[in-house]
């Protein structure tokens, strides 16, 4: 049974539920309350069994109530001065709720199709709230706590829920509904309203069954927009603290997924993009900032990509772009400041792992073609790492760097089935490893996978260019130099230096 089936007979079961003193009246009940001075409210009712309840206490009010159509129900509770309020419903079963405690607050509800919902409280002076509801089944819910407080709801198509719930001053939010079953909103962790300052929130959705969300935001000057088309689109933030973060996320397709979990710290700026279908950043909810300054970029294209992160410090700078159908991307900056990542691929079923532990880092991965893979590690400060993949795939980069100041460390490879495998331990050591073709390996000897540059000051280039190439062995100590050529196909070169 569809949910749109579920739902429909649950309205018919509370249809019937209702007593038969309401089924055999055909009459329209309108109760208004004043106690003040220079209140205005206006009832008008065209139809069957609608109902208005309007209350105003304070001076200078202004409350309207149109109802054209059968069963409407509209209560209005207004208690301050100069607040306005003006329900309007046409067609069949709507219901409007409005609660104000204040002054110069303005909200305004306009409800056509059947059966939406909606519930607006205000506390605080001069809010403004205007839900717009055109369709069947709709919901939103508002709380404003606060002054200069803005909310705009529109909702259009069936079974769309929003919730805007807000403690504060000068918070805005934006929810746009296109389609059915989508769901948006802001609230926090316990259900309660976000408390925070000047917040802004923009949530639009185009499509079907999209959940785009802002849950435990704590802080003040947040921006955050978010843009769905498609179905099965998910983005959402939880337990974001902080001041002046700026996160944006564009979604066009299917199955596209954004999730930040816990992020913690002030000035970060997120910015993912998707486009195609089942993209993903931040799989089993690994996605996570701490820490200040952070900004991050994301856009993929094609299809099942998957980028997920976790930064723990202050001032990272991440790019990674994208485009092709399976890509897979990880990177993290556990510790430290002013880490840099540059990644990017390009082709199909590409993998890019990358690490940084420490002060200063910068790791740059770009990879064109099908199937390559890289793997870069470095712990330590200012290590400066950079892979390039280009040619038909199959390539493989795996280099790994321990120490300070290994500020020139750098892979290409320009062919298919090329092997690096590099590790660096020491501190100021230089190494450059450029391959063409196809087949080459540079590794360790006697079962030692990774070539092993260990010591401080070492120099290591090798060149190859041509097929099936070899140069193996091992750097230990400090101020060697390596450097080992070779074109053609099917060299081998040893070079152990102790």
Do not use: C
């Amino acid at each position: 049974m569809t949910p749109q089936i579920k739902k429909s007979l649950i309205a018919l079961a509370i249809t019937a539920s209702l007593s038969t003193q309401a089924f055999a009246s055909t009459s329209n009940e309108a109760t208004v309350k004043q106690n003040g001075v220079e209140q205005d409210a206006i009832v008008l009712q065209t139809g069957d069994l609608n109902i208005a309840d309007v209350n105003q206490e304070g001076a200078a009010q202004a409350a309207s109530v149109t109802q054209n159509g059968d069963w409407h129900e509209s209560y209005i509770d207004s208690r301050g001065n100069d607040n306005t309020v003006a329900t309007e419903q046409t067609d069949d079963w709507h219901v409007s709720d409005i609660t104000i405690e204040g002054d110069g607050n303005d909200a305004s509800v306009t409800q056509s199709v059947f059966w939406n919902q909606s519930t607006i409280e205000i506390t605080g002076n001069d809010n403004q709230t205007t839900v717009s509801q055109t369709g069947s089944l709709n919901e939103s819910n508002i709380e404003l706590i606060g002054d200069n407080n803005s909310t705009d709801v529109s909702q259009d198509g069936d079974e769309n829920f929003s919730v805007f719930r807000v403690q504060g001053n000068d918070n805005d939010g934006t929810i746009i509904q296109n389609g059915s079953s989508n769901q948006a909103g802001m609230i926090a962790l316990d259900f309660s309203p976000n408390i925070g300052n000047n917040n802004d929130v923009s949530l639009t959705q185009n499509g079907d069954l999209n959940l785009a969300g802002v849950r435990g935001i704590n802080g003040d000057d947040n921006t955050i927009e978010m843009t769905q088309e498609g179905i099965f689109n998910t983005g959402f933030i939880y337990a974001l603290e902080g001041s002046d973060n700026d996160i944006e996320f564009d979604q066009n397709g299917a199955f596209n997924n954004v999730v930040l979990q816990f992020s913690t710290g002030d000035d970060n700026n997120v910015s993912v993009r998707q486009e195609g279908f089942g993209n993903s950043v931040g799989d089993s909810y690994v996605a996570v900032i701490d820490g200040s300054d952070n900004r991050i970029d994301i856009i993929q294209e094609g299809d099942n990509n998957l980028a997920e992160f976790e930064i723990t410090t202050d001032s990272n700078d991440v790019d990674l772009d994208q485009k092709g159908d399976n890509n897979y991307a990880a990177f993290g900056a556990y510790a430290g400041d002013d880490n840099d990542f540059d990644l990017s691929s390009t082709g199909n079923n590409n993998q890019i792992h990358a690490f940084a532990a420490g002060e200063d880092n910068d790791i740059e991965v770009s990879q064109e073609g099908d199937d390559n893979f890289a793997f870069v590690e470095t712990i330590g400060d200012d290590n400066e790492v950079d892979v390039n993949q280009d040619g038909i795939g199959f390539n493989e980069a795996i280099v790994s760097v321990a120490g300070f100041e290994n500020t020139d460390v750098t892979v290409s490879q320009d062919g298919e089935l090329n092997l690096v495998d590099l590790i660096i331990t020491g501190d100021e050591n230089f190494a450059s490893i450029t391959q063409t073709g196809s087949g080459n390996w540079v590794g360790g000897n006697e079962g030692v996978s990774s070539f092993k540059v260990s010591g401080d000051a070492n120099s290591l280039t090798i060149a190859q260019t041509g097929n099936d190439n070899l140069v193996e062995g091992s750097q230990t100590g400090m101020n060697n130099v390596i450097n080992a050529t070779q074109i053609g196909d099917f060299n081998v070169a040893t070079i152990v230096q102790n």
